[in-house]
């Protein structure tokens, strides 16, 4: 089993900054991929931002805003937010990928944290 712990989020006034930040652990052998997508009321789940194996990938909409960096030895992954608008609003998931103990594949979701902006 994997299990993803989330913390950070929160309500933020247009223009502010928040940091999350999610933790893996479990029987894990190794993970590839580490990333963020989010879930805006009546929209489709979408990626933000992931790193796979050391290469990251952003979303257009987000690009120049937020940051993602993830650290291999810890298992985890922060998603630093800045310049926040209306539009980012969403609950935010973590998802981890990769291989257990057991060699079988895995991935992960965190149970999401709410990110509300103000304007």
């Known amino acids: 089993q994997v299990q993803l712990v989330e913390s950070g989020g929160g309500l933020v006034q247009g223009g502010g900054s928040l940091r999350l930040s999610c933790v893996a652990s479990g029987s894990i052998l190794r993970i590839s991929t580490m990333g963020w997508y989010r879930q805006a009321p009546g929209k489709q789940r979408e990626l933000v931002a992931d790193n796979k194996d050391g290469n990251t990938n952003y979303a257009e909409s987000i690009k120049g805003r937020f940051t993602i960096s993830r650290d291999v030895a810890k298992r985890t992954v922060e998603l630093q937010m800045n310049n926040l608008k209306p539009e980012d609003t969403a609950v935010y998931y973590c998802?981890?990928?990769?291989?257990?103990?057991?060699?079988?594949?895995?991935?992960?979701w965190g149970h999401g944290t709410q990110v509300t902006v103000s304007s």
């Open positions: 998802n981890v990928a990769g291989r257990m103990l057991s060699l079988r594949p895995f991935n992960s």
